[in-house]
């Protein structure tokens, strides 16, 4: 019983917290952009004192239904956006990429609750139509 009430006290908290950086930044997607952050930094490679690489291909597999209603709502350029704020982040750490920097969406249906996944590789020569077509 008070475990119950415990893990809905904190879906609550988590549901407002959204809702309150929503609202402070409603045109990005404060959650995805924080997991793509992290991904770029989890994988930044020191390769001397002033040189840090990191990724510069990243796939964001999106719910289906997440990424319906992205576009619904007339945000359908959210890969440009994704990929504008990933090169300010990049700039504000001095990382170096390991090519032409790209986000690609891809809608995907994921296991419930899980809106998004993210990866990243090192592709030199990469372009955003290099990846493979959607389904």
């Not at 404060?30 to 001397?48: F, K, N, Q, T």
Request: hydrophobic residues 35%.
């Amino acid at each position: 019983m008070a475990w119950e009430t415990l893990t809905r006290w904190e879906r609550a908290l988590e549901r407002w917290q959204r809702a309150l950086l929503e609202k402070v930044h409603p045109h990005q997607p404060v959650e995805l952009i924080d997991a793509l952050h992290h991904e770029c930094d989890r994988h930044a490679v020191v390769c001397s004192e002033s040189r840090v690489v990191v990724p510069n291909a990243y796939e964001v597999e999106l719910d289906t239904e997440v990424h319906e209603e992205l576009v619904r709502q007339g945000r359908g350029d959210i890969g440009e956006v994704l990929t504008d704020n990933l090169a300010r982040h990049g700039r504000q750490k001095g990382y170096e990429w390991a090519g032409p920097l790209t986000v690609r969406i891809t809608p995907t249906p994921l296991a419930f609750g899980d809106p998004y996944r993210v990866h990243s590789s090192p592709m030199p020569h990469v372009r955003a139509d290099a990846f493979p077509a959607e389904s």
